[in-house]
């Protein structure tokens, strides 16, 4: 099993371009979530998806959309990229029945300049 | 004041040393708690979650108090490889079951 896997690994993006990060699972889990990661913050939820079809606003979800395709697949699109939103973008799931464990995918280190 | 409160560090400790990490959390009617260990530039993972009576996976041992809202983790024999960045991790189920993220408590262990 590949667990969590995103793409693109590395960004850069140009200030009011566009771009979609993937995000897939391979474990059957009912639950997705989108957090960024930047120096000083911590993890902040972005958006998240209890289950294929629904869709959640986290923490801090201004200027970003989010998709649930189907179970496996959840992606997060920056509309109009501003340097603001440079950071390290992580897609995590969970079995939301048994387990609060959440399991990470690699990352994806975005920068707008 | 933040949820979750964590000393970023760095704790600088030879091999073999003891090293315990606090964090502390705001909302008195959190539920559940969490260390996860993040690598440098990598994804976080599980390290253990934290019961109220305590317990202990192998040199790592993770306490609750509730009565002063903070849960700690205790190192023993630190190696080289425990070197991380060891993030705290809450949930109020109040909260939709989201799990709120300290910023990260920053370990070094040296030769």
């Known amino acids: 099993n590949a667990g969590v896997t995103q793409t693109p690994k590395f960004q850069v993006l140009k200030t009011g371009q566009s771009m979609t990060l993937q995000c897939a699972q391979d474990m059957n889990h009912n639950s997705m979530y989108w957090y960024r990661q930047d120096p000083g913050m911590g993890l902040r939820l972005i958006y998240y998806?209890?289950?294929?079809?629904?869709?959640d606003k986290g923490e801090v979800p201004n200027g970003y959309n989010v998709s649930r395709l189907n179970k496996r697949e959840f992606s997060l699109r920056l509309e109009s990229a501003a340097p603001s939103q440079t950071s390290v973008y992580f897609c995590?799931?969970?079995?939301?029945?048994?387990?609060?464990?959440?399991?990470f995918g690699p990352g994806t280190r975005l920068t707008v300049t | 004041r933040k949820e979750v409160e964590q000393d970023p560090g760095p704790f600088n400790v030879p091999e073999g040393a003891t090293v315990a990490f606090n964090c502390t959390y705001s909302?008195?009617?959190?539920?559940?708690f969490f260390w996860y260990r993040q690598d440098c530039r990598k994804e976080p993972k599980l390290l253990m979650s934290?019961?109220?009576s305590g317990n202990e996976d192998g040199r790592f041992t993770a306490q609750l108090n509730r009565a002063s809202q903070y849960i700690s983790l205790l190192i023993r024999d630190s190696k080289l490889s425990d070197s991380a960045t060891y993030l705290c991790v809450v949930i109020y189920t109040g909260g939709g079951n989201k799990l709120t993220f300290g910023t990260g408590t920053q370990l070094k262990v040296e030769l």
């Open positions: 934290v019961y109220s």
């Open positions: 998806s209890a289950s294929e079809g629904t869709t």
């Open positions: 995590a799931s969970r079995v939301e029945d048994t387990s609060y464990e959440q399991y």
């Open positions: 909302n008195s009617a959190s539920q559940s």
